[in-house]
């Protein structure tokens, strides 16, 4: 155990005398002497199992991502914050705890700061995983392996060129040594001298060899026929299985992590969207934009588009109805993440100040099915507007608004009217009476 351990002053208690005592990590041992002992496995296949075993523990604060669980969230563990660089947290929101929430709380741990961000999980993981199936379709796999061809031939002139170059230094060592073997044995100073340049030799031949051999190592695989038809495969089967009911949470966890390394994401850019970019297994980067869910239209990230749209729309005579179809058609959604609908649209005209559009001119005192407008129930009552704008309120008389802001349609009979107008005439005798 001797230089496995150390003691931190700072860790030490009183009457404790065993307490401060820290393992060192493997890389900070003092001496490492290999091969005593037989052993079942090689140090690099042991230095490999002990990083997984480290990696597995779910350690965020220590950079360890952790085994994949069984919880929703996508990527958990393998998520970053693209402010400060620090693994997020997870965490679930919700009335019954349903809602993943990526949370970096490394300011907020180690400094007592705000934190830096929180990143609704359900829309990030709806994109990473289309992009995931996307990238793993077999059209995209055709193309990936085609470029592993052109690569392949690219390899195979660097191999080409670095066996030359060995082929080169083998020839100059063996060179060197046939130049030592026929010198003179008297000429001590020559022969020194050829000893010398001859081992200098015989060290660039180990050393380009051993260069060869981990450019080697770090090369693609040889892919036989057989591989690139069960990768092929491989792309029509995934969305079977990651859609499979019997595929569990961890699973998909796990095949996303053979594909990504790791996610970065940052919301704050840019109103109502989020950044992020994905770290391929292979190295490749990729960025990508979506549009998030936000709490209102000020921090809606096409609030100038769609306040713009409407005052166009409405200054063509567009209904709400029409403008809600418009902005639909045209892609934009709500602050939701929804279609507009005239509810919406009222509320946004309401608040630039438009008022509604009044169909076909001015509003006739009955309609063609022979409801009454508003003015035109006045009129036949012989009260004031706003009297039936009160009477619509406390459910005096019946009608319909098809949408906000638009016209009433008011259904009243003859016996109807008669009856309003005595009981308004009532009202008024009433009124002079108590006056």
């Not at 060179?175 to 010198?183: E, H, K, N, P, T």
């Not at 704008?389 to 009979?413: A, D, N, S, V, Y």
């Given at each position: 155990m001797h230089g496995r351990q150390t003691v931190e002053p700072r860790r030490r208690k009183p009457s404790h005398p065993k307490s401060g005592i820290v393992r060192r990590p493997i890389d900070q041992w003092p001496i490492v002497i290999q091969d005593v002992y037989p052993a079942y496995t090689g140090w690099e296949r042991f230095l490999a199992n002990q990083a997984q075993l480290s990696d597995n523990q779910n350690r965020y604060r220590g950079n360890h991502p952790g085994s994949p669980r069984k919880g929703q969230a996508l990527l958990q563990g393998i998520v970053r914050c693209g402010r400060c660089g620090a693994l997020m947290r997870l965490g679930y929101s919700g009335p019954r705890g349903q809602f993943p929430v990526y949370r970096c709380e490394y300011a907020d741990t180690e400094h007592g700061l705000p934190r830096c961000q929180e990143v609704r999980g359900l829309g990030l993981d709806a994109e990473v995983e289309r992009l995931l199936l996307q990238a793993l379709e077999p059209d995209q796999i055709a193309l990936a392996l085609a470029g592993l061809e052109e690569l392949g031939k690219e390899h195979e002139a660097l191999k080409h060129?670095?066996?030359?170059?060995?082929?080169?230094?083998?020839?100059?060592?063996?060179?060197?040594?046939?130049?030592?073997?026929?010198?003179?044995?008297?000429?001590?100073?020559?022969?020194r001298n050829l000893e010398r340049g001859w081992e200098e030799k015989l060290r660039a031949v180990e050393k380009a060899k051993q260069e060869h051999q981990n450019w080697l190592g770090e090369q693609r695989l040889e892919l036989a026929g057989a591989d690139r038809q069960d990768i092929l495969a491989l792309g029509v089967d995934l969305?079977?299985?990651?859609?499979?009911?019997?595929?569990?949470?961890?699973?998909?966890?796990?095949?996303?992590?053979?594909?990504?390394?790791?996610?970065?994401?940052?919301?704050?850019?840019?109103?109502?969207?989020?950044?992020?970019?994905?770290?391929?297994?292979?190295?490749?980067?990729?960025e990508h934009w979506y549009g998030r869910c936000v709490r209102s239209y000020t921090e809606h990230a096409e609030t100038q588009r769609i306040d713009q749209r409407i005052r166009e729309l409405h200054a063509e005579g567009k209904l709400d109805d029409e403008i809600a179809e418009a902005l639909n058609t045209e892609g934009l959604l709500t602050s939701k993440k929804r279609p507009f609908n005239h509810n919406a649209i009222w509320f946004l005209r309401r608040r630039l100040g438009l008022r509604a559009v009044k169909p076909n001119g001015a509003l006739p005192s009955r309609w063609e099915d022979g409801a009454y407008s508003v003015r035109g129930a006045a009129e036949a009552i012989g009260v004031y507007a706003g009297t039936i704008?009160?009477?619509?309120?406390?459910?005096?008389?019946?009608?319909?608004?098809?949408?906000?802001?638009?016209?009433?349609?008011?259904?009243?009979?003859?016996k109807d009217i008669k009856q309003l107008h005595q009981y308004a005439e009532r009202v008024r005798r009433s009124q002079k009476e108590v006056s």
């Open positions: 060129q670095r066996e030359l170059h060995l082929q080169r230094l083998q020839y100059e060592a063996e060179r060197a040594r046939r130049q030592y073997d026929v010198v003179e044995p008297e000429n001590r100073l020559v022969a969305p079977k299985v990651w859609h499979a009911s019997s595929t569990t949470a961890a699973e998909r966890k796990q095949i996303l992590r053979y594909v990504i390394k790791q996610v970065t994401v940052d919301q704050k850019r840019k109103p109502g969207k989020v950044w992020f970019k994905i770290v391929w297994q292979t190295g490749a980067t990729t704008h009160k009477w619509l309120r406390t459910g005096r008389i019946h009608g319909e608004q098809p949408r906000k802001g638009t016209p009433w349609r008011i259904f009243l009979t003859e």
